[in-house]
């Protein structure tokens, strides 16, 4: 299946699997994934309850090694990596996005994004000016000042989504992004992550429920008991997509 021109792997991942818990109670939640992020793409990672999408996003967002397999982030293969060198992988490649905001709620808005920041080792007056700069590019150059507790859910979402791309990671993982928000903040956050993937040096996943979502999807991969189920790009194929019920 064709892929869009100047588009780049940026991330691969090969014959994942996850054992979790102990024995005699192990789990094999991830049994041989294969999965590539393309830049310029919002990819949309949809399943059951259950069916292994956090797990998957963890361990694409080198939180969580795998049991088996491969992960190569930005050219750089994972497998030999210690936690401290996978931690900075993370740091310089990867942005999170939660459901929950993770927003620190003593810390304005630009001061959240600017905690981002030094983590990547940038702080100071550069540190403030690209932080303003990435609220402004999620429509919330007003609201630098302001407090989460002032915030709605969706502004908040489009912080947590500043806060994901200062620093410009090549890869945005979200997990269930919409899944707090009302309809209409819930579209408008995902019209903003699509967004953020037309960026040609980026890819962004996001694990949805939200059937509301398909429409902004590049590609959508269906994921059940633990393998991939399905693989579509439904701008091009054209094709309604059969995405298992939650
Ligand atoms: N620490 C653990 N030990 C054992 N099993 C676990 C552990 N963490 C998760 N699991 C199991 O792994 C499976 C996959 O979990 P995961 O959270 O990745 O699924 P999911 O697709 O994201 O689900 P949801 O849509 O409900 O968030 C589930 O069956 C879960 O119970």
Redesign the pocket.
């Known amino acids: 299946m064709s892929t869009p021109m100047n588009s780049k792997v940026i991330l691969e991942a090969e014959g994942i699997v996850k054992v979790?818990?102990a024995a005699p109670n192990e789990?094999k939640?991830l049994k041989g994934i294969d999965l590539q992020l393309h830049t310029g793409e919002l990819t949309l990672l949809m399943?059951?309850?259950?069916?292994?999408?956090?797990?998957?996003l963890s361990i694409l967002g080198c939180i969580l090694s795998p049991t088996e397999g491969k992960l190569t982030l930005s050219g750089f293969k994972t497998h030999n990596m210690n936690t401290e060198e996978l931690a900075n992988l993370r740091r310089k490649h990867v942005g999170f996005v939660f459901q929950s905001y993770n927003l620190v709620p003593t810390l304005t808005a630009v001061e959240n994004v600017m905690l981002a920041l030094d983590l990547r080792d940038l702080n100071g007056p550069d540190a403030y000016d690209q932080a303003a700069e990435a609220l402004e590019a999620v429509g919330l150059g007003h609201r630098i000042n302001a407090m989460p507790s002032k915030m709605s859910g969706g502004e908040k979402q489009r912080v947590s989504i500043a806060r994901a791309l200062a620093g410009s990671p090549s890869v945005i993982l979200a997990d269930e992004p919409t899944a707090a928000l009302d309809a209409k903040n819930g579209m408008a956050v995902m019209e903003l992550l699509a967004k953020v993937a037309q960026d040609t040096r980026r890819a962004v996943l996001a694990?949805t429920?939200d059937h509301r979502t398909l429409q902004y999807a590049d590609r959508i991969i269906t994921i059940d008991d633990g393998r991939i189920a399905g693989s579509d790009r439904p701008k091009l194929s054209g094709k309604e997509v059969q995405v298992p019920a939650h």
């Open positions: 979790l818990g789990v939640v399943g059951p309850s259950g069916s292994g999408k956090t797990t998957l694990v429920h």
